[in-house]
Antibody, heavy 116, light 110 residues
């Protein structure tokens, strides 16, 4: 069974960097693409980006200048860094395995609030 | 990239069928057979219900079906049940190898 678990601070100050980790169990992260997805308070889902262990990375053009996704194969984890955050980055952040061209499974999600 | 367009809400009575549309462009929905649909209950993570336009993962009820015509994909739920009340999102692969979601549709079972 593949399980994903997000972790990180639930509160980030404006202009600072949001950093999250996703721990994967049940499968090696070298075997699939992995994505970060967020859900706004208005309930809309937004794809942030994906990474493959070969080094293939792709980001949402609207976030590309601020986002970095990395893999740590020694810990079977992926990470997300989003810098210069504003209140508009307040959301529930999910990591998900991309199985071919769909997302399955998803982590349980982590609420991140941007506020001073 | 713009979000795919879904109706904000749909409703139906138990036993009826409903259809949720998901409209994109020739650069996403219309250009590839890589549309997926997700069901989400409040406070829970989304769960895939349909992948590659019309395929059901193991364990998903055959009351759920998907299709596509041109730039619009559709999710149909037949024999509506109370447990189907949830939010539904579509997603598509795009011509720049990114992914895009729809705005989501709230399904109410009357």
């Amino acid at each position: 069974q593949v399980l994903l678990q997000e972790s990180g601070p639930g509160l980030v100050k404006p202009s600072e960097t949001l950093s999250l980790t996703c721990t994967v169990s049940g499968v090696s992260i070298t075997s699939y693409y992995w994505s970060w997805i967020r859900q706004s308070p208005g309930n809309e889902l937004e794809w942030i980006g994906y990474i493959f262990y070969s080094g293939t990375i792709n980001y949402n053009p609207s976030l590309k200048s601020r986002v970095t996704i990395l893999l740590d194969t020694s810990k079977n984890q992926l990470s997300l860094r989003l810098n210069s955050v504003t209140a508009a980055d307040t959301a529930v952040y999910y990591c998900a395995r991309e199985y071919r061209r769909w997302f399955d499974p998803w982590g349980q999600g982590i609420q991140v609030t941007v506020s001073s | 990239q713009s979000a795919l367009t879904q109706p904000a809400s749909v409703s139906g009575s138990p036993g009826q069928s409903i259809t949720i549309s998901c409209t994109g462009t020739s650069s996403d929905v219309g250009g590839y057979n890589y549309v997926s649909w997700y069901q989400q209950y409040p406070g829970k993570a989304p769960k895939v219900m349909i992948y590659d336009v019309s395929n059901r993962p193991s364990g998903v009820s055959n009351r759920f079906s998907g299709s596509k015509s041109g730039n619009t994909a559709s999710l149909t739920i037949s024999g509506l049940q109370a447990e189907d009340e949830a939010d539904y999102f579509c997603s598509s692969y795009t011509s720049t190898s990114t992914r895009v979601f729809g705005g989501g549709t709230k399904l109410t079972v009357l």
